[in-house]
């Protein structure tokens, strides 16, 4: 599916932190919705307006788009997958080594 107008930036794990943390939808540069932990909030200031799309311009900087964006999620994906695999001998005993072997005294 192709979507001309949706770039997907990834912001990668060790990316300076330049912004607080948070969701906001900018609306035609009108108005910003923005999700705090305890309600939704509608900013129409411009002047506030315009703090968001200073943020927004940020995140864009930061964010890796294109094959460095896949090979980011790749990278994620092939990590998480890692380690959900049982180890390929099986569960160790950690008991048993340096035990003597039998014969051994």
Known sequence: MTLPRVVLGVIPLDAA????????TIFDRKM??????TAQLTVTQPREVV????????????AAIGTTARELIR???DRYMASQRPHP???????????PAAGDS
């Open 51 to 62: 703090l968001y799309e200073k943020a927004f311009t940020a995140l864009i900087e930061q």
């Open 32 to 37: 910003v919705q923005a999700e705090t932990i």
């Open 17 to 24: 932190y330049r912004i607080p943390e948070m969701n906001f």
């Open 75 to 77: 990278t994620a994906m």
């Open 89 to 99: 001998i099986g569960p160790v005993d950690v008991g048993q080594r340096g035990a």
